[in-house]
């Protein structure tokens, strides 16, 4: 099993940035792709960001232009780096991973809080 542990999360005004971080460990082996997703109080789990072994990244519309997803391997790390941040940002922001197969697994979650 992998477990993932967010940090980085906090309360920013608009227009500034945050970078999240997400550990993994356990059985790590067999990781194909990691990613973030987040999701605000009423809504669904929307996909944010995810970059593959190897090296591909994949950014949702509403990101585009101010969102960064690296890597650390030597860590077992991913970063999201976010800039320009805007109000409409406001989410729990959720670390994932998948292994060969299909199956995810999700950490405890990050809130992000933009005011205006």
């Known amino acids: 099993q992998v477990q993932l542990v967010e940090s980085g999360g906090g309360l920013v005004q608009a227009g500034g940035s945050l970078r999240l971080s997400c550990a993994a460990s356990?059985?790590?082996?067999?990781?194909?792709?990691m990613g973030w997703y987040r999701q605000a109080p009423g809504k669904q789990r929307e996909f944010v960001a995810d970059?593959?072994?190897?090296?591909?990244?994949n950014y949702a519309d509403s990101v585009k232009g101010r969102v960064t997803i690296s890597r650390d391997n030597a860590k077992n790390t991913v970063y999201l780096q976010m800039n320009s941040l805007k109000p409409e940002d406001t989410a729990v922001y959720y670390c994932?991973?998948?292994?060969?197969?299909?199956?995810?697994?999700w950490g405890q979650g990050t809130q992000v809080t933009v005011s205006s």
């Open positions: 994932n991973s998948e292994i060969f197969g299909g199956v995810r697994s």
């Open positions: 356990g059985s790590i082996f067999g990781i194909i792709a």
């Open positions: 970059i593959t072994n190897g090296g591909n990244t």
